[in-house]
């Protein structure tokens, strides 16, 4: 039994070389495309028989993309042209392919909106979007919304439901950068289970900022909340129980606006409205520096009210915010009193050089004589605890740890959205297969938060296309990468381009280059490639593709 077992093994492995040797190398020859390539049926004809032409036998069909537009009908997006309304060109096309054995895989754009101008559905429901650290958003689907992923996972119901696709694919299915999300939703999710807000990570004291001021020097009656590196008083406080007055002793510039913006949410989580006092001969802004706390407002959505009499609002529940100042006036600074003692709340941040021009403002702040003007990154310290001005309670280790898991957590809404998607289309029908297009290797897949390599391992998708549009050498590494983790390439299925960049316009590329990669990865074992993309076909390229 032990000698024929001996026998039968090396058999058994030159029947299965043997095998893959008959032309089977390759079980997925796919190649990627927009379905705006479609324009009609005699279109669809043409790409069916270019694709046929090549001996590919998968496509991968973009079919959500264009501003949140959709090529095959659903009630959750428009039509991405008004022909769609009359013809159903998808289902012709997917019998088209299959009539001649070509595999039709949906894919759809997860991240990207791709609309133009304000045609899109983001435009339309902006709150959807994405959102920095400093309020502003960007065109580009929140996966960590769940008004997001319900959207989705409603879009792909409508298409498993209606076309016989032989799989999906999820594409842009990341952030664009580390930079995102910070949306109140998905640091509020995150706050949930770590029990802190990922903004404060960043901007709770001590914190290094880039401040630009020309500082009052000591504090009268205020006291000192924060200090700089140097001593320099950073924010000081007046209190007038119930009223107090914040002042902020620097010029409020883009480094030091989040850490402005949530001392400002966290005032405005106990008082109703915002007012920022209109200028005027008594009260003047630095221009540059009013602009920026304006722009900052808007961009993270904090309500305000330009107001030109103070004695018009009431006292309680309301802040006033004097952004920039360089002048403050007598008759201004009396007004502010009388605001403060009657409970009001007033933040004030200083202009470039200060302010400039005025009487009485010493006494209102609480604060006196000019300090040195300095420029540069500094460290905040606390010296007085203050409910409005963040702490960080722990240690700068646990802090580094915290921000560690703010980045998984970030991956995580990405993982997660894709097994929901995975379990949605295996239900609908386990002979599905889903799979995503992703950045080519860890380093940059970390980058956009896309932990593919755990997808692989948590089998939440079929296999993923690495995005491999690179020169040899480092489709060679990726290669050893991919391996690393996945030895067969069972489950990595390399995307290459068949593109290249001439003059600063995309041309196709050399087919000799193009079959020397297929080489690349055939010896490395790899069960398949998916080509980048459709319109670089040339009948040359094709006619080589065909001899695999
Ligand atoms: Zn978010």
Known sequence: MKNLRGKILPCLILILTNFSLLGRDFEIRGIWMQATEI???????????????????????LVYYWGGKSFFRTDYAQPVNERLRQEDLFTYFIDECHRRGIKVYARFSNGQEGGKGNDGILSTYPHLQIENIRGERMRWFDIGKKEVR???????????????????????????????????????????????????????????????????????????????????????????????????????????????????????????????????????YDEEGFGEILRALRNGTIDYKMIGEIADI?????????????????????????????????????????????????????????????????????????????????????????????INF??????SFVEEVYKKAKRTNGSLTLSAAVFYNKNLGDKVLQDWYSWLENGVVDFVAPMAYVDDKRLLSALQEWKSYDPHLGKIL???????????????????????????????????????????????????????
């Open 494 to 548: 390399p995307g290459l381009s068949i593109y290249q960049l001439r003059k600063g316009r995309e041309v196709p590329k050399d087919k000799e280059a193009v079959m020397r990669q297929i080489r690349i990865i055939k010896n490395a074992g790899a069960k398949g490639f998916i080509l980048f993309s459709f319109p670089f076909l040339t009948d040359d390229l094709a006619k080589e593709l065909a001899k695999l």
């Open 314 to 406: 009431h006292c309680e529940e309301s802040i006033l915010l004097l952004p920039a100042v360089q002048r403050l006036g007598e008759k201004m600074c009396a007004e502010l009193e009388s605001f403060l003692r009657s409970g009001g709340k007033i933040i004030v941040t200083l202009g470039r050089e200060g302010i400039k021009e005025g009487r009485g403002y010493e006494r209102l702040l609480g604060m006196e004589g000019k300090g040195a003007r300095i420029n540069g990154y500094y460290l905040l310290t606390p010296v007085e605890k203050h409910p409005l001005i963040p702490v960080f309670p722990d240690s700068q280790e646990k802090r580094r740890k915290l921000l560690e898991e703010w």
């Open 150 to 284: 319900e959207l989705q996972v409603k879009l792909l119901g409508d298409l498993l439901e209606n076309y016989p696709v032989d799989g999906v694919q999820l594409d842009y299915i990341r952030f664009p950068s580390l930079s995102y999300c910070y949306c109140e939703e998905c640091t509020g999710n995150f706050k949930n289970i770590y029990g802190v807000n990922p903004i404060e990570l960043y901007y709770a004291l001590p914190v290094s900022l880039g401040i630009s001021s020309t500082p009052l020097a000591r504090a009268t009656r205020a006291k000192i909340i924060a200090r700089l590196e140097n001593g320099v008083p950073a924010i000081s406080l007046r209190e007038d129980n119930p009223g107090w007055l914040l002042l902020f002793n620097w010029e409020i510039n883009k480094s030091s606006i989040p850490f402005f913006l949530q001392i400002l949410r966290r005032a405005l989580e106990s008082e109703k409205g915002l007012f920022i006092p209109l200028p005027r001969r008594e009260l003047g």
């Open 39 to 61: 324009r009609d049926k005699k279109t669809a004809e043409e790409i069916v028989q270019k694709i046929s032409s090549a001996k590919l036998n998968a496509v991968f069909i």
């Open 410 to 415: 970030r991956k995580g809404l990405i993982t």
